[in-house]
């Protein structure tokens, strides 16, 4: 490319990049698209305040109230069975975990209770449901540590693609 050449494709970025800015700019920030407590107006932007922003595809500023990681690991934390997912607004991964949790009570209570059909002992059958357990077991407690580290570092974003406070 020649410096003619090059010096044009920066004198065209630099105007189309003043079109767009300038474009953006032309709305006036007010009370419809910063709400009043969400959000103050500044030099025509609306700055949102603490524990509100904005949603990437919507035209309103400051609408979207921010999830707090820390309630999130806290309820984690007491409430293994996918609280926090569900707080986060993350119910797929919270459904998945509040499965493992229940089918950890069934067999669990099960076994305590002695409601499951008892098996001779040594029986393939017994065989096959200690080891359901051990692995439900298992995928449980990897779950939850995975989840305490994720949600206590703010790993994870909530069910909006948003990054949490």
Not at 63 to 87: C, M, N, Q, R, S
Not at 146 to 156: A, K, R, S, T, V
Request: one cysteine or more.
């Amino acid at each position: 490319m020649s410096i003619k050449q090059l010096h044009i494709v920066l004198i065209l970025f630099v105007s189309i990049n003043i079109s767009i800015t300038s474009s953006q700019t032309n709305t006036k920030c007010d009370y419809q698209n910063c709400p009043i407590g969400q959000g103050t107006c500044f030099e025509n932007e609306c700055v949102c305040a603490i524990g509100f922003v904005s949603l990437p595809k919507s035209d309103e500023k400051c609408t979207y109230e921010a999830k707090d990681h820390t309630i999130a690991f806290f309820l984690e934390f007491f409430l293994p069975f996918g609280a926090g997912h569900f707080y986060t607004l993350r119910y797929f991964t919270g459904f998945i975990k509040l499965a493992l949790f229940l089918f950890m009570c069934l067999f669990w209570c099960g076994d305590i209770c002695g409601i499951r059909i008892r098996f001779t002992i040594n029986s393939k059958w017994d065989k096959i449901h200690i080891s359901f357990v051990v692995i439900n077991l298992l995928a449980l407690v990897i779950m939850h540590l995975i989840d305490l580290i994720c949600f206590g570092f703010n790993i994870y974003l909530d069910g909006n693609k948003m990054e949490m406070l």
